[in-house]
């Protein structure tokens, strides 16, 4: 079964500059995840969805970013305009059936913002 | 709020050295805990849970056990291998739209 499927995995981009990544999550899942990690601030929520439906997006730092879940299979987290301190790996993941099962993470895509 | 917090790292240890990462909580109701690990350049996994006080959880050699008493929930190993050298997230989750909660992780080291 494919797992959590993220892209790009590598993305150098400008100050300024848009930045969609993409997510396709577990077949079946129905709670989808994105995080953000850095050195600095360790692993971090930004917002989750449960059946397609934004159910808490407090993480989010600010209205730069914004992520949508247009059905069970893709959602996309945007960052527009972007800033050298966005730079991170961010991590979508899903779930069946919320946190008290195993999340299941992509690889990651690794963002800098240059 | 819940919280989730394990011992500051990196750990460094030789091969087949014993290994103990300390992680306790602060949690309303009955969480469920867990290990999770992340090697190099990938995404986090799932090591091993535990859903009640004094299950245990195991794989690869791994353990903790969920202690209610001490608020804690231990990773275990008795003999570590190079390839065990990655990064330990100890956290806790119920279900619902409880959030899920990270502690900072511990990055560990083996040596041969």
């Known amino acids: 079964d494919a797992g959590v499927i993220q892209s790009p995995r590598h993305e150098v981009t400008e100050m300024g500059q848009e930045v969609t990544l993409r997510c396709k999550p577990i077949?079946?899942?129905?709670?989808l995840f994105w995080y953000r990690q850095t050195m600095m601030r360790g692993l971090e929520l930004l917002i989750y969805f449960n059946n397609n439906v934004p159910i808490d997006d407090s993480g989010m730092p600010e209205d730069r970013f914004s992520a949508k879940m247009p059905n069970a299979s893709f959602s996309t987290l945007k960052i527009q305009p972007s800033e050298p301190r966005d730079s991170a790996v961010y991590f979508c993941a899903s779930s069946l059936r919320g946190f008290g099962n195993t999340i299941y993470f992509g690889e990651g895509s690794w963002l800098t913002v240059v | 709020g819940d919280s989730v917090t394990q011992m500051e790292g990196p750990v460094t240890l030789s091969e087949e050295a014993c290994l103990t990462i300390?992680?306790?909580?602060?949690?309303?109701?009955?969480?469920?805990l867990f290990w999770y690990v992340q090697y190099p350049g990938e995404g986090l996994q799932l090591l091993l849970k535990?859903?009640?006080?004094?299950d245990k959880g195991s794989n690869k050699g791994f353990e903790a056990t969920y202690r209610k008493e001490t608020t804690s929930f231990h990773l275990e190993k008795g003999s570590v291998q190079v390839s065990d050298s990655a990064v330990y997230f100890c956290a806790l989750g119920g279900g619902g739209y409880q959030k899920v909660t990270f502690g900072t992780g511990t990055k560990l080291q083996v040596i041969p």
């Open positions: 535990a859903t009640k006080a004094d």
């Open positions: 300390n992680c306790t909580y602060t949690a309303t109701g009955y969480p469920s």
């Open positions: 077949s079946g899942h129905d709670y």
